[in-house]
């Protein structure tokens, strides 16, 4: 089921125009490609904006240092590896949005509190690693068929 819900996740969910909003590609080699030359720091603003988070709390999210955070600004560009927490965040984040059916209170708050299928974590703190980060759109994935356990 892992493997469908994967690939269930990214073209089921599209939420309207959030890939769009950020400028960047759901997925194929547009996206490798911006992941490997570095989101452009507007991603963040943008993302930050939609989750309804304030910049020092998503930047927590995606491992992002107050003094990173400072320098990509000043660059105007994240790295890779830092594109890739980003990305993760937003998947996670369209995931959800499409789970609460674009509610954005909803998907806040379900974001931000401790989730039982989860080992009472909430989804946020699920985000460091992409094992952790896959278990919570697997999560997301049950929930929207149905199946709690």
């Given at each position: 089921?892992?493997?469908?819900?994967?690939?269930?996740i990214p073209s089921?969910?599209?939420?309207?125009?959030?890939?769009?909003?950020?400028?960047?590609?759901?997925?194929?080699?547009?996206?490798?490609?911006?992941?490997?030359?570095?989101?452009?720091?507007?991603?963040?603003?943008?993302?930050?904006?939609?989750?309804?988070?304030?910049?020092?709390?998503?930047?927590?999210?995606?491992?992002?240092?107050?003094?990173?955070?400072?320098?990509?600004?000043?660059?105007?560009?994240?790295?890779?590896?830092?594109?890739?927490?980003?990305?993760?965040?937003?998947?996670?984040?369209v995931a959800a949005?499409?789970?609460?059916?674009?509610?954005?209170?909803?998907?806040?708050?379900?974001?931000?509190?401790?989730?039982?299928?989860?080992?009472?974590?909430?989804?946020?703190?699920?985000?460091?690693?992409?094992?952790?980060?896959?278990?919570?759109?697997?999560?997301?994935?049950?929930?929207?068929?149905?199946?709690?356990?």
């Amino acid at each position: 089921m892992t493997a469908q819900v994967h690939e269930f996740i990214p073209s089921h969910y599209a939420s309207p125009n959030l890939w769009q909003q950020l400028g960047i590609a759901e997925r194929g080699p547009k996206l490798y490609q911006a992941l490997h030359h570095g989101f452009h720091y507007n991603v963040f603003e943008k993302l930050a904006l939609s989750a309804q988070l304030d910049k020092k709390q998503l930047a927590q999210v995606c491992q992002l240092a107050p003094a990173t955070l400072a320098r990509r600004a000043k660059s105007g560009h994240f790295t890779q590896d830092e594109s890739d927490r980003l990305y993760r965040f937003a998947t996670v984040m369209v995931a959800a949005n499409a789970l609460f059916a674009q509610d954005s209170a909803a998907t806040k708050r379900w974001l931000t509190e401790p989730v039982y299928g989860l080992g009472d974590k909430t989804p946020l703190d699920m985000l460091s690693t992409s094992a952790e980060s896959q278990a919570v759109l697997d999560l997301i994935g049950r929930l929207s068929h149905g199946v709690f356990a």
